[in-house]
């Protein structure tokens, strides 16, 4: 048994001081489950205004199979095919739509999966924290870098 899969649940992030590293490390992030500018919804509002403060949006819509760009940003249509490290993976989905993504996030291994406010799945979180891969639940990405001043 790996070290990892001994101390798996310090993979389940909660406190301030795991938020904040999580936030600081994170440059590029995959946004699972965008929305297009026409949507006015949170899922494509969010990682605009993230955008706008210096992250690396890389869209990963579910929906919208004629759309190519977001946010300026070539879409990919799995997290998988993004070139290159992933830091984070920006999850908006509803909680039971979350495990049919769980390979595709585990085959990407990014540092951390962020779910959104209100999207709380603890099988899923299990899972990924298991494969050593930081997991948050129930917080808004937007909300929690602004507070730590990014």
């Given at each position: ?61 579910v ?15 799995t ?58 639940q ?13």
């Amino acid at each position: 048994m790996t070290h990892a899969a001994t101390d798996w649940r310090a993979h389940l992030v909660e406190d301030d001081a795991g938020l904040r590293r999580i936030i600081e490390q994170s440059h590029r992030i995959a946004v699972l489950g965008i929305k297009t500018a026409d949507s006015g919804q949170s899922a494509y509002l969010i990682p605009e205004a993230l955008q706008k403060s210096g992250f690396e949006i890389i869209p990963v819509p579910v929906y919208y199979p004629e759309v190519t760009e977001i946010l300026g940003q070539q879409v990919y249509r799995t997290l998988a095919a993004i070139p290159g490290p992933v830091d984070l993976v920006d999850v908006f989905r509803r909680p039971k739509d979350i495990p049919q993504h769980l390979d595709d996030i585990i085959a990407k291994r990014p540092k951390a999966v962020w779910f959104q406010l209100g999207i709380r799945n603890d099988e899923a979180a299990e899972r990924l924290a298991r494969e050593g891969i930081d997991v948050v639940q129930d917080r808004c990405l937007m909300v929690e870098a602004r507070r730590i001043g990014r």
